[in-house]
């Protein structure tokens, strides 16, 4: 099996580019685009493989991603066929032997990518490691478990609607030391399958023996995209929540889980809120630029480090901080952007758009945007809420800020609108795109952050 997706191989093509024509409807070959002495580079990718052709020169004439459901085939004994929406192109090799062995190569390629899980597509090798080696920790594990409002929350939902649960089969999405499993059987679950990929599912095995649950609780050890669940289940619960609610992406693997789930089946939680607002914090923004006076210095046992200090200003505005907050330094009422677990697919959690306009309840100057989450169980006899707000209990989750690079000022009344864009990564996180204006003013500003690396502040 090869190692990673870094595997490359060259090769050398002509290129010819083929359309129908416009006047006749038949296939032609696109004038002065028939280009000779080429270099093929393949490189497989978790979604496919990447194909890319260039010159003598270096430069790119042509890139493209083939995956399972590209169109594309074999033509006579050394050209290979890729279709696009909008052309063919057909790749000719110098000679027959090469054709075969990039036609090996990419099948090679394609069989690999059929047999990795979502999971394994969307996720770097070294985050998924790293991530199963920290829940596989007790340490982290008391640390959820202690949370109060979390895991008090989850009884309380569980608990208040044992009439979804009652006789019911159960699956448990990531349950660590098996907490919510057991809920579920309290509740009356006639079968509970608890899956957990990490090193913890030995210690939930424990526990389940150690309670008496052998005959209730089956413990799943493997990932959920991967892990075969012996029966369809009446109810899904997990708790699959990380700082703004999707940092960790295990929220994709909660909607996976759906393939399980019987129809008209019920999710804990069932919906969630992501809610933001404009704040104003001027010890935060000065304490952020603050940190990044080391690299000011301009001799560090001889050395002059104020080269790096840009660098440093601009690495840690990238991080969110991590904290708590006074309601009072929120400048507008907040907007929020929910998700429904029961409606959403995996996808839709890939790239989000999340418009806003807020009307300013007090003038000042804007230092960023703070975001909170909520998330609803909504069972047959009653909706239980976990909200993570500001003037809410405080849990592990905190709030979470995002500085502006430029703080804008803005009067009451007037209007600040603009965009949050979150761009799913491999790094089990998100890019966070912010932009905003102060409508009246068209003053602007912006930041673009890394929620995989956020900044802990609180003590």
């Excluded at 270096?58 to 594309?72: A, D, M, N, Y």
């Excluded at 012996?230 to 759906?258: A, C, Q, T, W």
């Excluded at 809610?275 to 603050?290: G, N, R, S, V």
Aim: glycine share 6%; charged share 20%; net charge negative.
């Amino acid at each position: 099996m090869m190692d990673s997706g870094q595997e490359q191989r060259h090769f050398l093509v002509s290129l010819i580019f083929l359309n129908d024509s416009e006047t006749e409807g038949e296939l032609e070959i696109s004038k002065q685009r028939d280009h000779h002495d080429l270099t093929l580079q393949v490189c497989r990718d978790t979604a496919g493989v990447s194909l890319s052709v260039e010159d003598g020169d270096g430069v790119c004439v042509f890139k493209f991603l083939i995956s399972r459901e590209t169109e594309c085939c074999r033509v006579g004994s050394q050209s290979f066929l890729i279709t696009t929406s909008y052309m063919s192109v057909l790749l000719r090799f110098s000679t027959r032997p090469e054709f075969q062995t990039f036609h090996d190569l990419l099948k090679s390629h394609l069989d690999f990518s059929r047999g990795m899980s979502a999971f394994d597509q969307r996720t770097d090798n070294t985050s998924a490691l790293q991530y199963f080696q920290f829940y596989g920790c007790l340490s982290q594990q008391q640390n959820m478990l202690q949370d109060y409002l979390r895991t008090a929350t989850y009884q309380k939902a569980i608990l208040l609607n044992d009439v979804d649960f009652r006789d019911k089969v159960v699956l448990d999405v990531g349950c660590g030391t098996g907490i919510l499993s057991f809920f579920a059987v309290q509740a009356g679950a006639k079968k509970v399958y608890a899956v957990e990929a990490s090193s913890v599912s030995k210690y939930a095995e424990v526990l389940v023996r150690s309670n008496g649950m052998s005959d209730r609780i089956v413990v799943l050890a493997g990932k959920i995209e991967e892990v075969s669940c012996p029966e369809k289940v009446d109810v899904i619960i997990s708790e699959p929540i990380g700082y703004m609610l999707l940092n960790e992406r295990m929220l994709e693997s909660y909607l996976h889980s759906k393939n399980w789930l019987k129809p008209k089946g019920m999710m804990f939680p069932t919906f969630s809120d992501i809610h933001l607002a404009p704040f104003t914090d001027e010890q935060l923004y000065l304490e952020h630029h603050a940190r990044s006076s080391f690299w000011l210095q301009t001799c560090f046992y001889g050395v002059n480090l104020s080269g790096l200090h840009p660098a440093a200003v601009d690495e840690f505005f990238k991080q969110p901080i991590v904290d708590t907050f006074d309601m009072q330094i929120l400048m507008a009422r907040s907007v929020k952007y929910s998700i429904n677990f029961l409606e959403a697919k995996e996808e839709d959690l890939h790239r989000m758009e999340i418009p806003f306009v807020f009307k300013l309840l007090q003038s000042g100057l804007i230092h960023g945007l703070a975001f909170w989450f909520d998330v609803a169980f909504v069972g047959s006899r009653m909706t239980v809420w976990l909200s993570t707000a500001p003037h809410e209990p405080l849990s592990h989750w905190y709030q979470v800020r995002c500085l502006l690079q430029t703080p804008l000022f803005a009067k009451m009344g007037q209007t600040l609108s603009g965009q949050v864009l979150l761009i799913a990564n491999k790094r089990q996180s998100y890019d966070i795109h912010i932009t905003a204006v102060v409508d009246e003013s068209g003053f602007k500003s912006g930041n673009t952050l890394d929620l995989k690396n956020p900044f802990f502040r609180y003590a």
